[in-house]
């Protein structure tokens, strides 16, 4: 974990007792997708901008041990990533158009990283809930290969999804809660100038 993101992390932490925390259930006429892209306060807020999508939920997916915790995660040992589960309308916004905003808003040219987090746990990922997001995440990443605007192999995963884990109460809406030390963490970190740097003028994160 960076040292940016263990002093806003411990911060939240000190300021309020984390409680389990519970993804939404879906209604009739919503749909589900999850993205990892490294820190997920920054993913969620990402997300959250999206016209169409209802909630995002901070968690942990793709590892092995049943309910982790933000500190066995975030030490690497469980294999999970961390993530955002969306909650959105089909009928406002696409999943294609989930695929779009994912790409622009992370890095795809790192292995185990994202921006100033190094490690499997900030891995960037589409986990894939059926057979249809699983053909229109490779279909993006094939597009993505042909008319990419920067060099270099692309290592984000399309993988299957798991188990999803909320994660603990004070990561949710962290951006929201916390705006100063969420600002503090985002420019430290240097997500918005990387993602300038690959994506130009189409980078999200504005």
């Given at each position: 974990?960076?040292?940016?993101?263990?002093?806003?992390?411990?911060?939240?932490?000190?300021?309020?007792?984390?409680?389990?925390?519970q993804a939404p259930a879906p209604e009739t006429g919503e749909a589900r997708a999850v993205f990892a892209g490294g820190c997920f306060w920054c993913v969620e807020s990402d997300f959250d901008k999206v016209p169409g999508v209802i909630a995002t939920t901070s968690g942990y997916?793709?590892?092995?041990?049943?309910?982790?915790?933000?500190?066995?995660?975030?030490?690497?040992?469980?294999?999970?990533?961390?993530a955002v589960e969306i909650?959105?309308?089909?009928?406002?916004?696409?999943?294609?158009?989930l695929l779009e905003v994912f790409w622009k808003n992370i890095d795809p040219?790192?292995?185990d990283r994202q921006f100033c987090d190094g490690g499997s746990q900030y891995r960037s990922a589409i986990f894939y809930l059926n057979e249809e997001q699983k053909r229109l995440a490779e279909a993006s990443?094939?597009?993505?290969?042909?008319?990419?605007?920067?060099?270099?192999?692309?290592?984000?995963?399309?993988?299957?999804?798991?188990?999803?884990?909320?994660a603990e109460e004070y990561h949710q809406d962290y951006y929201k809660k916390n705006p100063i030390r969420y600002k503090?963490?985002?420019?430290?970190?240097?997500?918005?100038?990387?993602?300038k740097e690959i994506w130009g003028a189409q980078a999200g994160g504005h």
């Open positions: 974990m960076s040292a940016f993101r263990m002093i806003v992390a411990l911060a939240a932490l000190l300021a309020s007792l984390p409680t389990a925390a997916i793709g590892g092995t041990k049943k309910n982790p915790t933000y500190e066995e995660v975030s030490a690497g040992g469980t294999g999970h990533a961390e909650v959105y309308d089909p009928a406002k916004v696409s999943y294609e158009k040219t790192v292995k990443l094939e597009a993505l290969k042909r008319n990419k605007p920067f060099k270099g192999e692309i290592y984000t995963q399309i993988v299957p999804a798991g188990e999803f884990w909320p503090f963490y985002r420019t430290g970190c240097g997500r918005d100038a990387r993602l």
